[in-house]
């Protein structure tokens, strides 16, 4: 694999008033690697993507996109969101939504245009929506609504996927489904993927790395090293167990005082 | 019957009327178009709020003896602008509005209050004119509706991409905050033409109803803006012929016929979800 970097922190820091959500982030994203980004609610995962996106100023150091600060969005970036349902009644069908990451960015009028419809059609077939392609989103589920959203994110072949936790609200089966899609699209880009979740064990065995954000701070590594009771317990500052059970893991004790529901196998 | 609906004299009429005609499409084609996207960008409520403003710059402008038009298009461009930096969430957005609309509205009724010229002049304003549009206003809704129709087609893809999928839209570079403000602009446009010719009460029935319409029938990006144009003109160009020798506003039988094609635009989508559901079961 290339070891070309697709992503570079340096020294990244972003605080909130005077609530420090992480520090001197130093960080190297290589071209068609897959980086978990995990850690309890309020540690700062989405922040991080937004901060990608630009749309959050930083507080020291650098974020830079191939090579460049990072802007307003980006064309080399393939988002993709949360699943929320979408409204009925918008004049948007499945291959509409995947259209757009093609050239919805286009000033003018979405023409049709063999080309485009010959690369959208290919992208349905690869992602199994071909017979959704002409659903209107409001009438999608979970699971289809996600593996469109997956699609539209590769189909302009970006060089960095960014996913803001695409498999909450799905179920086993959908999540893993879903996981496996943005893997198989990484390994035909060559994409590097940052995945933010709650939940690690659906993207396991596709992951490099880790990078875990607990309070303020951060570990960066492979699974094996970060996903460990006595690495985990000292980022936390109290004791963490790391439990391993037929190859999924769980983090327990890992919540904040104050975030109750998180007390729950990762 | 015969004050309501007098086709005697049809033949000689429909030369006289031929400005409001060509108004009456134009405006039609801009409503219909750029009302797919007050639906996509839930703008209704901005429209009816622009809509008293445009009113209060028409109002003054009749006060001090300026072009009504203008004052209209003033008026409608300082709501907007307003709406769009002060709103740019969709909470702060309704109550700014429900703020700034009865701030317009009495400000205009004011200026009508101290208006001593014609009644009619007054009246249409809120509830639209009687069938006279004349030369330089018909200009003026032609460049107007001109621009907003122009300015659509050019941002079609990108304000598409921001009004239906907007946090994508932004992460893949689309300027989605300068979009908005683009649309917020076309958007005063297409009201204070349309206030000039419906009404500022009526406005919603050329900008919200025929694209409502559209919705019901149709999820295709292509066919949403191609009927809703089609509605909007059917609406105002049938309201115009209808309205022709009784001598009354032409609002009514705009907003009558707007609101029967929305009517039938949900009983079909009744009828097709229930064939749908037997086909089902």
Known sequence: MATESVLEFKKAS???????IWKDLTLSVAKGEFIAVIGSNGSGKTVLLKAILG?????GGAIELLGKPVANGSRAIGYIPQHRQADTGLPLRAKDL????LDGHRFGLPLPSSKTN???????????????????IGQLSGGQLQRIRVAQAVIDNPQLILADEPL??????????????????????????????????????YIDRVLYLANGQFRIGTPDEVLRSDVLSKLYGRSVDVVRNQGRIAVLGSSDHDHHDDEKWL | MERLFDFSDYDQLIPLVQNSLIAGLLLGIMGGLIGVF???????????????????????????????????????IVAAIIIAILGSRAKDRNSIIAVLMPFGLGIGILALALYEGRAANKFGLLTGQIIAVDDPQVFWLIATSLVVVFGLLVVWRPLSFASLDPEVAEARGVPT???????????????????????????MTLLVTPAAAALRLTSSPLWAPLLSMIFAVVSVVG?????????????????TLSFAIYLVARVIEKLRTGTKTKQAG
Do not use: C, W
């Open chain 2, 239 to 255: 309201g115009i012929l209808l309205a022709l020798g009784g001598g009354l506003p032409i609002s009514p039988y705009v907003t």
């Open chain 1, 168 to 205: 909450s609200a799905l179920d086993l089966k959908q999540q893993g489904l879903v996981a496996e899609l943005i893997n198989s699209r990484r390994q035909q880009n060559g994409a590097a993927v940052l995945f933010v979740t709650h939940d690690v064990n659906p993207v396991l065995d």
């Open chain 1, 55 to 59: 749309q959050l100023q930083l507080s």
């Open chain 2, 177 to 203: 905050k300068a979009l908005g403000i683009v649309f917020m602009l076309l958007l005063a446009l297409a009201v204070a033409a349309s206030v000039q010719v419906v009404g500022a009460l009526l406005v």
């Open chain 2, 38 to 76: 007050v639906m996509t960008r839930d703008m209704s409520f901005a429209v009816h709020g622009i809509s008293e403003l445009s009113f209060a710059g028409a109002a003054i402008a009749l006060l001090v003896g300026l072009n009504v038009a203008l004052g209209a298009t003033f008026g409608s």
């Open chain 1, 118 to 136: 010959k690369k959208v059609s290919e992208m349905l077939e690869a992602v199994g929506a071909t017979d959704i392609a002409n659903t209107p």
């Open chain 1, 98 to 101: 995947l259209r757009m990451g």
């Open chain 1, 14 to 20: 972003l605080s909130f008033g005077d609530k420090s």
